[in-house]
């Protein structure tokens, strides 16, 4: 397992949706609906993955190339942490 990329802030929840899942904000009630995908990639990285174990996750379970799995985590964590919904572990 790699060094996780980050942690859910203290005041944001994971909440499973049909289709995914919401991080959501409780402080400010700002709110982030993620796909099947990004749900999974969450879930790595909570349960303390890091973004090589997300990205074979999604090589694994989508059939995408190596390249385009690790773009994808990398976008995800840096739109996450702009968000202010992850901070570092």
């Not at 994971?14 to 099947?36: C, F, I, K, P």
Request: a negative charge; proline letters at 3%.
């Amino acid at each position: 397992m790699t060094e996780p990329a980050f942690r859910l802030h203290e005041h944001v929840s994971l909440v499973d949706t049909d289709d995914g899942a919401v991080l959501l904000d409780e402080n400010s009630g700002r709110y982030w609906q993620l796909n099947s995908t990004a749900y999974l990639v969450v879930c790595i990285m909570v349960d303390g993955g890091g973004v090589a174990d997300a990205a074979r996750a999604l090589v694994s379970e989508f059939g995408v190339s190596d390249a385009r799995a690790d773009e994808d985590v990398d976008a995800l964590v840096r739109q996450l942490r702009s968000s202010k919904m992850v901070s570092p572990p």
